[in-house]
């Protein structure tokens, strides 16, 4: 099998780095499936690579799941390096992010389709990677980057693998020991067994409101203003 070549239809390369790696010697590779153009065709299932938000596959995914099983594979940047460039693409320098991902960063995406993640056709798997950022001094880029913009991610090393499609799996992101019923603060301090800081309490919601939406977690009354949650049909 040929690695493809990165760059094709503005395909960056994470995501056509790891198209490369889910694609066997006999798979069919950006091939039209009902309608819609699937990343890597294989004999028993469909594979998306995103590497980016699921709320552009809400359409796709609800159109082929009902008859084809997908995987949908992304990645989650554990540890991130900063690449700059310069306009014309040469190395400035090169530094390493504060920020570490982690397996519950994958509700950033599956709060947008809370409703399709317990479809019997769909499976999760999600990567925990090292990447390099490339960010190029071209002036286009937001204000907060001072107008460097980032053009490209590349991976550099697969570091784990999670794979997600049943009730069961998705409930072990709830911790040990976590109280029940819960409220997203004591959720938020499980998951990062201390006290989250206000970036790591954003995530316990999100975590919440995607378990409840997949009629995984009930709210079953308040504590003051936040709500308590418990599992559904949870004794």
């Known amino acids: 099998m040929t690695q493809p070549i990165i760059g094709t239809l503005s395909e960056k390369s ?55 099983e997908i995987e949908l594979v992304h990645p989650i940047a554990q540890e991130k390096w900063i690449v700059r460039q310069d306009k014309n693409g040469r190395f400035l320098s090169r530094r390493k992010s504060p920020k570490r991902g982690r397996w519950e960063d994958i509700f950033d995406e599956m709060m947008r389709i809370p409703h399709l993640m317990l479809h019997e056709n769909l499976t999760v798997t999600v990567l925990l990677t090292t990447q390099d950022e490339i960010w190029k001094d071209d002036g286009k880029g937001s204000w907060r980057r001072k107008r460097w913009s980032i053009y490209d991610h590349r991976l550099r090393e697969v570091v784990a693998k999670r794979q997600f499609s049943t009730a069961a799996d998705w ?65």
């Open 14 to 68: 994470l995501h056509a780095t790891l198209k490369w790696r889910f694609t066997g010697d006999t798979d069919l590779v950006e091939q039209k499936v009902d309608g819609y153009v699937i990343d890597v065709v294989k004999t028993d299932r469909l594979v998306e690579i995103q590497t980016g938000n699921f709320g552009g596959m809400k359409k796709k995914l609800a159109a082929l799941l009902p008859t084809h």
């Open 171 to 235: 409930l072990t992101f709830l911790p040990e020991g976590l109280p029940s019923p819960f409220t997203n603060k004591e959720l938020g301090t499980a998951v990062f067994q201390k006290k989250p800081n206000k970036q790591q309490l954003k995530l316990a919601p999100k975590i919440s409101y995607t378990l409840r939406h997949a009629g995984l977690l009930t709210v079953v009354g308040k504590r003051g203003n936040a709500n308590l949650y418990k599992i559904t049909n949870d004794e």
